[in-house]
């Protein structure tokens, strides 16, 4: 039977047997198997983890094990990083090869390319440019990092990050994420006029001359389609309605955003702040949605709200359902591996260097 056809008759199955198929296989396969599973799965795919956590986390924690298989319920860029960082024995899948990341594809290496080629008709960006990669991001994009003296950063060492690569070189040129890199220059005192935006579809990313060569930080014009949809009212209402309520955003929302919140920080830190604190705290959290139903599940003594009235779902992230687990299951059983993840050798190596000087700061 081939893939499509298997996950058609999966969909037609009741759930609660197929649950019950998972289970039975997973523990058929025991530790020829280690299934990574990030804090924004869908709640049924969630279960099944035996790590979770946030993508790099969950890529280290896979490297710590012998185990020869790897399912990561994640998207592509969190498999493509397992892949780098774990032993060449081990195979990595994706259980549905088009859980892609919208802001990953918003930089891509033929951009970036030219994006260097760009900058070097105004100054040397070999020798002044330190080029750094959110996590959110292919490998190529990891490898550039490693082959230009570059660094990988995340969410929550963003700020170490920028620090090192200011050491080595006057300016950062950082991708993907505008909002991340904005976010934490503005903690770090970075003026507004020492940091400009990269538009790629524009020559010269639509600056000037004279405005690359005064900047210290080149923000690459990308985003996260959830959390560019949390907005300034959305916290003004929540503290019209709820006395008291502490509003919570991640990094990669807009700087109007983390400016009016209470609290900025990755999403394991976000998890670790709702978790401290008292009973009866008051939260509204401007970050993923199954991330934060699940908060509510876990601290029902702490009132939780999602911060927008809309639903900010990752919908690339929800594309790993029960029935995409099932069959990566089986694959393995079968000794027929499908949707594994396979980042080439050249690029490995370059893109391990990117993560290993990131690494080394820890």
Same mark, same amino acid.
């Given at each position: 039977m081939?893939?499509?056809?298997?996950?058609?008759?999966?969909?037609?199955?009741?759930?609660?047997?197929? /649950?019950?198929?998972?289970?039975?296989?997973?523990?058929?396969l025991?530790d020829?198997?280690?299934?990574?599973?990030?804090?924004?799965?869908?709640?049924?795919?969630?279960?099944?983890?035996?790590?979770?956590?946030?993508?790099?986390?969950?890529?280290?924690?896979?490297?710590?094990?012998?185990?020869?298989?790897?399912?990561?319920?994640?998207? !592509?860029?969190?498999?493509?990083?397992?892949?780098i960082?774990?032993?060449?024995?081990?195979?990595?899948?994706?259980?549905?090869?088009?859980?892609?990341?919208?802001m990953?594809?918003?930089?891509?290496?033929e951009?970036?390319?030219?994006?260097?080629?760009?900058?070097?008709?105004?100054?040397?960006?070999?020798?002044?440019v330190?080029?750094?990669?959110?996590?959110?991001?292919?490998?190529?994009?990891?490898?550039?990092?490693?082959? !230009?003296?570059?660094?990988?950063?995340?969410?929550?060492?963003?700020?170490?990050?920028?620090?090192?690569?200011?050491?080595?070189?006057?300016?950062?040129?950082?991708?993907p994420?505008?909002?991340?890199?904005?976010?934490?220059?503005?903690?770090?005192? /970075?003026?507004?006029?020492?940091m400009?935006?990269?538009?790629?579809?524009?020559?010269?990313?639509?600056?000037?001359?004279d405005?690359i060569?005064?900047?210290?930080?080149?923000?690459?014009k990308?985003?996260?389609?959830?959390?560019?949809?949390?907005?300034?009212?959305?916290?003004?209402?929540?503290?019209?309605?709820?006395?008291?309520?502490?509003?919570?955003?991640?990094?990669?929302?807009?700087?109007?955003v983390?400016?009016?919140?209470?609290?900025?920080?990755s999403?394991?830190?976000? /998890?670790?702040?709702?978790?401290?604190?008292?009973?009866?705290?008051?939260?509204? /959290?401007?970050?993923?949605?199954?991330?934060?139903?699940?908060?509510r599940?876990?601290?029902?003594?702490?009132?939780?709200?999602?911060l927008?009235?809309?639903?900010?779902?990752?919908?690339?992230?929800?594309?790993?359902?029960?029935?995409?687990?099932?069959?990566?299951? $089986?694959?393995?059983r079968?000794?027929?591996?499908? !949707?594994?993840?396979?980042?080439?050798?050249?690029?490995?190596?370059?893109?391990? $260097?990117?993560?290993e000087?990131?690494?080394?700061?820890?």
């Open positions: 081939n893939a499509q056809a298997l996950l058609e008759q999966l969909y037609d199955t009741p759930e609660s047997e197929l /649950i019950a198929q998972i289970k039975q296989l997973r523990a058929d025991g020829q198997v280690l299934i990574l599973g990030h804090h924004y799965q869908r709640e049924e795919v969630f279960a099944f983890a035996d790590i979770t956590g946030d993508s790099l986390k969950l890529s280290q924690k896979a490297a710590e094990t012998d185990a020869p298989n790897i399912i990561f319920c994640g998207v !592509h860029f969190m498999a493509e990083t397992a892949d960082l774990t032993a060449p024995h081990q195979v990595v899948l994706l259980p549905d090869l088009a859980a892609g990341c919208s990953a594809d918003m930089a891509d290496d951009q970036v390319n030219r994006c260097w080629r760009e900058l070097s008709e105004v100054i040397n960006p070999d020798e002044c330190t080029p750094v990669t959110y996590i959110n991001s292919t490998a190529a994009l990891k490898s550039f990092c490693g082959e !230009h003296g570059g660094i990988v950063c995340t969410s929550g060492n963003a700020r170490k990050i920028l620090e090192w690569s200011w050491a080595q070189r006057e300016k950062i040129l950082f991708f994420d505008q909002h991340l890199g904005e976010n934490t220059a503005v903690t770090m005192g /970075i003026p507004d006029d020492q400009i935006i990269w538009d790629p579809a524009l020559p010269m990313g639509g600056n000037s001359r405005a060569e005064h900047a210290r930080l080149i923000l690459w990308g985003f996260c389609s959830v959390h560019q949809l949390f907005k300034t009212e959305h916290a003004d209402t929540m503290r019209r309605n709820h006395d008291g309520i502490e509003i919570l955003a991640h990094p990669e929302c807009s700087r109007a983390c400016e009016t919140a209470d609290f900025v920080g999403t394991e830190m976000i /998890i670790k702040h709702v978790a401290e604190a008292p009973a009866g705290s008051k939260f509204a /959290i401007a970050t993923e949605l199954n991330l934060v139903n699940r908060l599940l876990q601290f029902p003594d702490k009132p939780i709200w999602f927008s009235p809309m639903v900010c779902m990752c919908s690339t992230m929800f594309r790993t359902d029960p029935q995409h687990l099932y069959a990566a299951l $089986l694959s393995i079968d000794g027929n591996i499908t !949707h594994q993840i396979i980042v080439p050798d050249n690029q490995k190596r370059l893109a391990k $260097l990117a993560l000087r990131m690494l080394s700061l820890a």
